[in-house]
């Protein structure tokens, strides 16, 4: 059971020596890195290549450990109850169960994603500490104490907008996916375009590279929106030299609202556009 990345997913050696060494501990691997770098499309990958089922438990800003585990619908419960409805008899017909609770109790092992942890409040992660060391927790109003059957792959995602708490780093591998360099860039843009050309490519890439090594922009562009791009520039059929443009009036690259996300950056590249025109004037 190794994971070697799939024909839709280029991993780094990094990547696939920190996924089986989360497999190996049976630890939750908890994967950073940058917005856009394929950090939720691991976990969907994994479970492709382990042949395992998948279970996605993406967190927002409201969402509580608990809701992981189980709910109780009580207000369901006893407006029942009022009807004379003979349901309320049997606590468990308000029970709700949470991704933990499916995970644990999949008939086989499975892959279970915990997508964006730092979205939610500070506590989060400390509420979910014995529940995914123990791969137990315990329903108080049935009594029961629920235990994984087969203990899943947990993968959890962090864009880290949140620092984690250090009881909860210590239960985890901890991998932080790097921005691709130009060749690893290249094969996924082979996965996703073979048949693109390399010129585009090589031009593409070069422009993209100096966007993002540009100082003080707010976002930089992921590899996500990149393949948005090339994705436009094919559709478009935009000529290979002006994705290359030389002309300082036209420094922004064509379709650049796939790459910038937000009116600072454009403007920044607006007013390196006029420095370099007044520049060529002088």
């Not at 500490?129 to 104490?145: H, S």
Request: overall charge negative; some cysteine; aromatic content about 8%.
């Amino acid at each position: 059971m190794r994971f070697t990345g799939t024909e839709n997913y280029v991993a780094t050696e990094d990547l696939n020596v920190a996924v089986n060494a989360a497999i190996a501990l049976e630890r939750p691997l908890l994967i950073k890195g940058e917005p856009g770098t394929g950090k939720t499309v691991l976990a969907i990958e994994v479970a492709k290549s382990l042949n395992m089922p998948l279970i996605e438990w993406h967190i927002k800003s409201t969402t509580k450990a608990v809701q992981g585990l189980y709910e109780y619908d009580a207000v369901s419960r006893l407006r029942d109850s009022q009807l004379g409805d003979a349901r309320v008899q049997d606590v468990k017909n308000y029970i709700r169960r949470g991704k933990l609770w499916e995970a644990f109790t999949a008939p086989s092992k499975c892959v279970l994603l915990i997508d964006e942890i730092d979205k939610a409040d500070i506590e989060f992660p400390n509420d979910l500490l014995q529940e995914l060391d123990r791969m137990e927790f315990f329903v108080y109003e049935t009594g029961e104490t629920i235990k994984a059957q087969n203990r899943p792959i947990v993968i959890i995602t962090s864009n880290n907008e949140k620092e984690l708490p250090d009881a909860f780093l210590r239960r985890c591998f901890f991998h932080f996916i790097r921005f691709p360099d130009e060749d690893t860039m290249k094969a996924i843009i082979e996965v996703h375009f073979p048949a693109i050309k390399k010129r585009l490519v090589n031009n593409a890439l070069t422009s993209f590279y100096e966007m993002r090594a540009v100082t003080g922009l707010k976002k930089k562009p992921s590899t996500s929106e990149l393949l948005d791009w090339l994705k436009l520039l094919l559709v478009d059929d935009i000529d290979l030299e002006a994705v290359r443009q030389k002309d300082p009036n036209k420094l922004i690259p064509p379709l650049y609202g796939a790459l910038l996300k937000n009116e600072q950056d454009v403007q920044l590249f607006e007013r390196l556009a006029f420095l370099a025109r007044r520049e060529m004037r002088t």
